[in-house]
C-alpha cells in the first residue's frame, strides 16, 4: 500500500492513501489562495475525498480553529481532536482523551498522553495502513532544566511509548525539535528502539529543516536511517511505499 506524505509546516502534514486523506496539526494557512504542493490546505482540492482532520492539542502551533472552515467546501469531513481543545460553537468534532481509543468506523484512533499538552494519536486504517503522529509526546530534556525535571520528563515519556510494543507501526511522524540540540533524538531514538515503524517523518521543526541534516549523520540514527522521509520546503511531496 502505498502513501502520499506533503510537509505543510512544522508539525503539520497530510498523509493521503487510496481511501483517506488524514490532515495532522495543521495550522498555517497562508499565503492565501495556494495549494497543497505550496503546503496549504485548499479544501477545493480535497472535495470528495475522505478527509479528517486531526489536533493533537490546543497550541498555536499544532491547531487553529479555522480548520473549521473546510466544512463548506467537504461536507463529510471529519474532526478528531484532543479533548482539550475547545471547538467552536456549531461544530462536532470527536473528541479523544489520553487511554481512549475511538472507532470511526473505517479507521480507530487511540489517545496517548502528551509530555506536554493533549495527545499523541495511533491510527489505524481499516485498509491496512498504521500512522502514529505524537503531537507534542517527547522526551523533552532542555539544557539549564534541573536534573529532576528532566528525569521526571523521560520517565513519562518512556512509559507512554512502552505501551505500543507489539505495534507494527507503517509511518512515524516524530519530533525532533531543533531547539534541543543534540537531545533532539532522544525521543526518536527510543521510539525507533522500543516500538519502530516502517518510515519516519521528523516533525517540530518551527521550518528549521536544515537541522535534520543531522540524523544522516548522528549515530543514534544510524540503525533507522534509510527509514528516514526528508523534506525541507512547505509542499514537498514524499511517497510511503510497504514493502
Request: proline content about 6%.
Amino acid at each position: 500500500m502505498d502513501a502520499e506524505i506533503r510537509y505543510l509546516h512544522h508539525s503539520g502534514f497530510s498523509l493521503e492513501t487510496a481511501d483517506h486523506f488524514l490532515i495532522f496539526d495543521y495550522y498555517l494557512d497562508t499565503p492565501k489562495g495556494c495549494g497543497l504542493s505550496e503546503g496549504v490546505v485548499n479544501p477545493k482540492e480535497l472535495h470528495g475525498k475522505n478527509v479528517v482532520v486531526f489536533a493533537s492539542h490546543s497550541h498555536p502551533d499544532h491547531y487553529s480553529p479555522r480548520i473549521f472552515s473546510w466544512q463548506k467546501a467537504i461536507p463529510n469531513i471529519r474532526y478528531v481532536l484532543a479533548d482539550e481543545i475547545r471547538s467552536p460553537a456549531g461544530t462536532a468534532p470527536v473528541k479523544i482523551a489520553p487511554g481512549r481509543t475511538v472507532d470511526l468506523g473505517d479507521l480507530t484512533v487511540r489517545g496517548l498522553e502528551s509530555t506536554d499538552l493533549g495527545v499523541a494519536f495511533l491510527i489505524h486504517l481499516k485498509e491496512g495502513l498504521c500512522v502514529y503522529h505524537a503531537g507534542d509526546l517527547n522526551w523533552w530534556r532542555w539544557e539549564g532544566a534541573p536534573e529532576e525535571n528532566n528525569r521526571e520528563m523521560g520517565r513519562r515519556f518512556r512509559e507512554q511509548i512502552d505501551t505500543l510494543r507489539g505495534e507494527k507501526i507503517d509511518v512515524a511522524f516524530l519530533p525532533v525539535d531543533p531547539r534541543q540540540k543534540r537531545d533532539a533524538l532522544l525521543g526518536a531514538a527510543y521510539f525507533m528502539e522500543i516500538v519502530g515503524a516502517q518510515a519516519v517523518v521528523p516533525i517540530h521543526s518551527f521550518g528549521q529543516t536544515n537541522f535534520y541534516k543531522l540524523l544522516k549523520t548522528a549515530p543514534e540514527t544510524a540503525p533507522w536511517r534509510k527509514k528516514i522521509l526528508f523534506y525541507q520546503k512547505r509542499g514537498d511531496r514524499m511517497v510511503y511505499q510497504r514493502h
